[in-house]
Nanobody, 124 residues
Framework: QVQLVESGGGLMQAGGSLRLSCAAS????????MGWFRQAPGKERNLVAA????????YYADSVKGRFTISRDNAKNTVALQMNSLKPEDTAVYYC?????????????????WGQGTQVTVSS
């Protein structure tokens, strides 16, 4: 089992920045691909960014490229999402997730473990 706890959400004006953090406990964190997903009201949950434990590869959704950065610290069992130049359309509940298969995490939005989510609201 892996337990994931997100923090860092909140209310921000458009153009501002927020940093989300996800703390992991339980099984070997460093052997999981990690992702940040988001779900806006009435919409599906979609992958925003991901980082591979094995290759170091990263993935970003087109809507956040150049604005968001995912990073992980295996020594501290944390993964972060730095969000800059925030837009109202970034408003959503953001979820941290851990998956053991990159193709499923990135291609099918599937993960083994999920956090409870943290609300991000961007005002115009």
């Amino acid at each position: 089992q892996v337990q994931l706890v997100e923090s860092g959400g909140g209310l921000m004006q458009a153009g501002g920045s927020l940093r989300l953090s996800c703390a992991a406990s339980g099984r070997t964190f460093s052997r999981y691909h990690m992702g940040w997903f988001r779900q806006a009201p009435g919409k599906e949950r979609n992958l925003v960014a991901a980082t591979s434990w094995s290759t170091g590869n990263t993935y970003y959704a087109d809507s956040v490229k150049g604005r968001f950065t995912i990073s992980r610290d295996n020594a501290k069992n944390t993964v972060a999402l730095q969000m800059n130049s925030l837009k109202p359309e970034d408003t959503a509940v953001y979820y941290c997730a851990a998956g053991d298969a990159w193709a499923r995490l990135v291609g099918r939005n599937e993960a083994e473990y999920w956090g409870q989510g943290t609300q991000v609201t961007v005002s115009s």
